[in-house]
């Protein structure tokens, strides 16, 4: 299968924006519509009160000036206007206005020529120097005559800008609140999808026994308990494998020491057989001291894997500790150096496990490196470190991490070895390292071979 291109946004992150999309689009739309809407009826409103005002306006100016003699200023002053409208009479060749500001120029010259010269009723929109305007011309032919009125869409304009940036403003806040509410929802929807992903890196950090709550979740039921069926079989499986180690290692042990007591008499008298025999003998013990060995390791290990390992913690000082671990090794005379900060140093272990792990990288360096050169205990930054170096081959690179795994032994165990490894010594150093909250790893030592460094918390586990 081809891998997907990878989303680059979260889940979260794109339903938030859907949410807020979808919140734009609605609230935009209708805001467009609404603005549209209120536009037109304005301005058909206006426009026909205007229109209405300037017949009468109209019919007006045709009665006054009927009668000879008319007093056209008094006529323009007694006519009545719609608010924001001007009147501009046209009386045979001159033009009067009721505004200063508002007289011929303030028609448009196609307007006059419309009105004055053919006569025929008009209207229409117009802008003069930025304002638009609504002018609407009537001819009153039988006096010789001409009606405008003048009426300025400003506060119009106005009054629309206002309800533009209004509705605009709603559809801002109608988008965040949308975000806001898509975010939220999809918070409560992956809600339990979270807890899915703890339960299973719980799990996946060991702690078998946890499992999913989702009795609430109607949706989420069916994952849940089969999440937890799987989590179930699993930890039975792991729970019984680590019991079958564990078993087999309690089976082996009492024929074993049956096999080990027999041994040990036919030893005692082996000055009674023949050569060839001898040597089988020899080789007999040898791999009966392995056997035991491996078994003393592998329930061991069972308990780490059991999860019953449990620590027994004192408070202890680390660098006695470590000397008298060094003295029941295979090579007691190794020095011991204590590093600046670790003289006296009073820290909480289990006893057992650190002569363990001493015993075991002490044996390691007599068996694979002709001998250590030093055990160390160094204070690091919160960590002590146990140090065991050796002048000998050293550990290949590719091979650091591995020799710490169960069973496996290095290209040098293969060679070199004395028959008495199986590959669990440095697994179960790892494994009483993690168990105190630390770790283990080989590394080169400064001058040709290896150097393994076991770091644990000071402040203890
Ligand atoms: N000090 C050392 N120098 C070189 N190789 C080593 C040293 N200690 C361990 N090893 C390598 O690591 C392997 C694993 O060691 P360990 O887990 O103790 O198992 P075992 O000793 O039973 O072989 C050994 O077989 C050996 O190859
Ligand atoms: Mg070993």
């Given amino acids: ?63 006054t000036l009927r009668s000879p003699g008319a007093d056209i200023v008094g006529l323009l002053g007694s006519l009545d206007t719609v608010p924001g409208s001007n009147s501009v009479l046209y009386d045979r060749g001159r033009w009067y206005a009721t505004s200063l500001g508002v007289g011929q120029d303030a028609i448009s010259p196609a307007m006059q020529d419309l009105v004055v010269t053919h006569g025929a009723p008009a209207r229409q929109y117009h802008q003069v120097g930025g304002v638009p305007q609504l002018e609407v011309g009537l001819p009153v032919p039988e006096v010789g005559a001409a009606y405008f009125e003048v009426f300025s869409l400003q506060d119009l304009q106005r009054t629309l800008r206002i309800l533009a940036l209004s509705l605009a403003g709603a559809a801002l806040a109608t988008t965040v609140g949308g975000a806001v509410l898509g975010r939220w929802a999809s918070g409560r929807a992956l809600r339990p999808l979270g807890e899915v992903a703890e339960v299973a890196a719980a799990i996946a950090g060991g702690r078998l026994d946890t499992r999913l709550e989702t009795a609430d979740e109607a949706d989420l039921a069916t994952l849940a ?73 592998l329930l061991e290990i069972s308990r780490f894997d059991a999860g019953a390992a449990e620590l027994s913690l004192d408070e202890v ?72 170096e050796d002048a000998g081959p050293g550990v290949p690179a590719e091979d650091r991490r591995r020799v710490f795994e169960r069973f496996s032994r290095g290209s040098t ?49």
């Fill in 225 to 297: 308990s089969s999440f937890n069926q799987m989590a179930d079989n699993l930890q039975a499986r792991i729970e019984r494998e680590a019991r079958f180690t564990s078993d087999v290692s309690h089976e082996l042990r009492s024929p074993l020491t049956t096999l080990a007591t027999s041994l040990g008499i036919i030893q005692s008298r082996r000055q009674e057989l023949p050569e060839r025999s001898r040597q089988a003998l020899d080789l007999l013990i040898a791999e009966m001291s392995r056997f035991q060995h491996m078994v003393t390791d």
């Fill in 1 to 63: 299968m081809r891998p997907r291109r990878r989303l680059r946004l979260g889940l979260r992150a794109r339903v938030t924006a859907a949410f807020a999309l979808g919140a734009l689009v609605l609230s935009a739309s209708m805001s467009i519509i609404t603005y549209a809407a209120a536009r037109q009826s304005t301005l058909a409103n206006q426009s026909a009160a205007v229109l209405r005002q300037a017949y009468v306006n109209a019919a007006l100016v045709r009665s």
């Fill in 317 to 388: 000082p680390l660098d006695e500790v470590v000397r008298q671990a060094v003295r029941v090794t295979r090579a007691p005379d190794v020095p011991v150096e204590i590093g600046p900060g670790a003289t006296a140093l009073v820290v909480r272990v289990d006893k057992r496990r650190i002569e363990r792990i001493i015993t075991n990288l002490v044996d390691n360096a007599y068996t694979y490196a002709g001998g250590a050169t030093m055990v160390g205990v160094e204070a690091h930054e919160g960590q002590v470190r146990l140090v065991v």
């Fill in 413 to 461: 165990g293969g060679r070199r070895g004395d028959g008495e490894g199986t590959g669990l010594g440095l697994a179960l150093v790892t494994e009483h390292a993690h168990l105190h909250g630390g770790r283990a790893w080989v590394e080169d030592r400064p001058g040709g071979g290896s150097r393994f460094v076991v770091e644990l918390p000071a402040s203890g586990p």
